[in-house]
């Protein structure tokens, strides 16, 4: 073994401890020296390039190393869609059957699927039959739905008057929606008699529990002294709770009285904003 087959042997090779067994398994006879020439060909072979290339090099491994993670990660990944695509089928048809039973939490949420498009073709016909099942099983969220479909005549023949029915009975369970749509109904006469007294009763009941559409639509009526007394003042406070809920309505008619000053401060800049907001 001579020191220039040291070199060609430890030339471009990771320093291991299997590189030394030849050495220490040579029968020369001046083991000895050809050792201390190795250890000093080691010496430098380190000083040289193990402290300065290998820098380089580990960080090719880590980055390979999270290549092979990421790799990994996005294989997870898609046995976890797959995964989530055959649990969302079975969790379908789970529903699905659950409804056909009767189950009216099944029945209302199978409803929706197929009304959205969730998971299942659209089917608007099939909607309204199960949004129907579950309203007349008392559930103000189906009455205010089938009230909805049957109005637009959406999956069913257009019925107003069967609407109203729906809605009324949403109302009367505390629903605010349906309060604020029934009030509509009857502040128009929209397919059933007209009645702005009782509308305006659904309209402050609505905005009480938080419907910014009824908050305006009950301020209307205040501002106007509409079937009620004139209080601007308390119209102003609806408005303004409504347009801090995002009513564009609202947030019109207060910009105007702020940049009017009725009943309150004139405030143009705020005024300006508003408007800014509804453009």
């Known amino acids: 073994y001579s020191i220039s087959k040291i070199k060609n ?13 030849p050495y220490f398994q040579s029968s020369d006879s001046n083991f000895s020296a050809i050792f201390r020439d190795v250890i000093q060909y080691l010496s430098t ?4 390039n193990f402290y300065s290339p290998s820098v380089k090099y580990d960080r090719k491994i880590k980055h390979t190393t ?3 993670k990421m790799s990994k990660k996005k294989e997870t990944q898609k046995i976890q869609q797959k995964g989530q695509k055959r649990s969302a089928k079975r ?7 659950s409804a056909e039973k009767g189950n009216v939490n099944a029945m209302f949420r199978y409803a929706y699927y197929l009304y959205n498009g969730i ?3 659209v089917n608007k016909t099939e909607a309204a039959a199960y949004y129907k099942k579950v309203a007349d099983k008392g559930n103000k969220n189906g009455m205010f739905n089938y009230a909805y479909m049957l109005y637009r005549g959406e999956g069913v023949k257009m019925d107003k008057e069967a609407a109203a029915k729906y809605y009324e009975q949403s109302a ?3 629903d605010k929606d349906g309060m604020n749509n029934y009030a509509n109904m009857l502040y128009k006469g929209d397919g059933i008699s ?4 009782l509308a305006i009763k659904y309209y ?4 009480e529990l938080g419907n910014k559409e009824a908050m305006n639509n009950y301020a209307n009526m205040l501002y106007k002294g509409e079937c009620t007394e004139m209080n601007k003042q308390e119209a102003i406070k609806y408005y303004k709770c409504a347009a801090d809920k995002g009513s564009q309505e609202s947030m019109f008619m207060y910009a105007t009285i702020l940049f009017n000053g009725e009943i309150v401060p004139t405030n143009k800049i705020e005024a300006a904003k508003s408007w800014e907001v509804v453009k």
């Open 45 to 48: 072979y380190i000083d040289t």
């Open 91 to 97: 969790s379908i048809e789970k529903v699905k059957k």
């Open 66 to 68: 999270k290549q092979k």
């Open 172 to 174: 009367k369970k505390g």
């Open 119 to 121: 998971r299942v073709p």
């Open 194 to 197: 007209l009645n702005k007294e």
């Open 204 to 207: 402050k009941k609505s905005a």
């Open 9 to 21: 042997d430890f030339q471009g090779q990771s320093i291991h401890l299997n590189v030394f067994i």
